[in-house]
């Protein structure tokens, strides 16, 4: 399978704990994108890397949320000190050139 | 922020009918996609627009990029069973690969 992975698939954590999701691109995309959706919306942005570089950040990227691409390849996004309200969707996608995204499978944050 | 309006909000139709769905927004997008999302997936590309009036079709399914870049809509033909889940547009104000903003969704059932 060539596409967006995402692990894990799911996350069920106490508010206060932190969280890291990983996610690997489609080989050879130097763009990669985290995005947050609740119930009954659509996908919210939160982060943008080209390559290592971190090149936009959302305001709903909270001073709790930070996010890494050390080598240009898989990314990784930490939550710390969870809330009850950080329970979403958390979804990866990269592209390349063009400004199609591809979405990986997401991670489900459930915090309790 | 930015916004799409996105409708309708559900539709419940039968195997064989036609489908349409629009998004409006009040800002120029560069860029439309049209994106479909199984529950606990992540969204799935479906077609992508890069011109105003540009018209694309992706077997059953039929998009356009409004002429004015403020709207966009998806058709689907002879609808079936499968095509149940929620559809989302897409608009991308930069095409520089950076982040989409997402409508809230048209959920379609289908009965057969």
């Known amino acids: 399978d060539t596409g967006v992975s995402q692990d894990p698939r799911h996350k069920i954590t106490k508010r206060g704990q932190n969280v890291t999701f990983r996610c690997d691109p489609i080989?050879?995309?130097?763009?990669l994108y985290w995005y947050r959706q609740t119930l009954g919306q659509g996908p919210e942005f939160l982060t943008y890397f080209q390559n290592e570089a971190q090149l936009e950040k959302s305001r709903l990227l909270s001073d709790r949320f930070s996010a890494e691409r050390p080598k240009g390849s898989f990314s990784t996004l930490e939550i710390q000190r969870t809330e009850q309200g950080d329970s979403a969707m958390y979804l990866c996608a990269s592209s390349s050139g063009r400004n199609e995204q591809f979405f990986g499978p997401g991670t489900r944050l459930t915090v309790l | 922020g930015q916004q799409l309006n996105q409708s309708p909000q559900s539709m419940f139709i039968q195997e064989g009918e036609d489908v349409s769905m629009n998004c409006t927004s009040s800002s120029i997008f560069n860029t439309w996609l049209w994106y479909k999302q199984d529950p606990g997936e992540g969204p799935v590309l479906l077609i992508a627009?890069?011109?105003?009036?540009e018209l694309t079709s992706n077997g059953r399914l039929t998009a356009q990029f409004g002429i004015t870049r403020k709207d966009s809509f998806l058709n689907i033909s002879a609808s079936i069973p499968s095509d149940v889940g929620i559809y989302f547009c897409a608009g991308q104000l930069d095409q520089a690969g950076t982040a989409l903003i997402f409508g809230k969704g048209t959920t379609l059932s289908v009965s057969s």
């Open positions: 080989s050879e995309h130097n763009r």
């Open positions: 627009l890069y011109k105003a009036g």
